[in-house]
């Protein structure tokens, strides 16, 4: 299993307009990204820094959505500012111990 994470500097405007953009159909159309087990949405308000947190079943669909047309969407968003994309594999020994959500067993068998 691999995790990609997204960070990026928001822009400056009102939390309102900026929640706005939150929607239920935005959320959807990860449901059909190849290979996404899950997606967990960030955001920390205070200093205007969002992503996500994304696990991936293998490194090659994790690889595909790094550098896939919703992740060059964003890098070519002017909205966004330091848009940071990185792939990680995932130490599942460890993330078992720390209680990571994961279900590795099922995971392997699917």
């Known amino acids: 299993m691999h995790i990609v994470q997204i960070n990026y500097r928001r822009p400056d405007m009102p939390k309102a307009e900026w929640e706005a953009r939150y929607t239920d159909e935005r959320a959807r159309q ?4 190849p290979g996404l ?3 967990i949405w960030l955001d920390g308000e205070e200093e205007r820094l969002a992503g996500g947190i994304y696990l991936f079943a293998d490194r090659a669909s994790a690889e595909a959505y790094a550098g896939g047309p919703i992740v060059a969407r ?3 968003n002017p909205d966004f500012a330091e848009v940071s994309v990185r792939v990680f594999a995932v130490r599942r020994r460890m993330s078992e111990i720390t209680r990571a959500p994961i279900d590795f067993d099922r995971l392997a068998a699917e």
């Open 74 to 76: 964003m890098q070519a």
């Open 30 to 33: 990860f449901l059909d990204v």
């Open 37 to 39: 087990l899950w997606k």
